[in-house]
């Protein structure tokens, strides 16, 4: 998944205004007690990024 199709869908789904800083704030154990940005910039891929997103805040399936 190419990056702006990630920051799309997080926009799409928890609004513009709120996609980066959910993004910037919201530790995931599941992300190895990072948040998206770190995820991210550590290496993982954009795909696997959003689905722990869909799992983690029950995002509906057809969004993923």
């Given at each position: 998944?190419?990056?702006?199709?990630?920051?799309?869908?997080?926009?799409?789904h928890?609004?513009?205004?709120?996609?980066?800083?959910?993004?910037?704030?919201?530790?995931?154990?599941?992300?190895?007690?990072?948040?998206?940005?770190?995820?991210?910039?550590?290496?993982?891929?954009?795909?696997d990024?959003?689905?722990?997103?869909?799992?983690?805040m029950?995002?509906?399936?057809?969004?993923?």
């Open positions: 998944m190419r990056l702006t199709v990630f920051w799309q869908r997080m926009a799409d928890f609004g513009s205004g709120y996609a980066d800083t959910f993004a910037r704030d919201h530790v995931m154990a599941e992300l190895g007690g990072r948040t998206v940005h770190e995820a991210l910039d550590s290496g993982w891929d954009a795909k990024v959003w689905r722990v997103i869909c799992t983690v029950n995002v509906p399936g057809e969004k993923h």
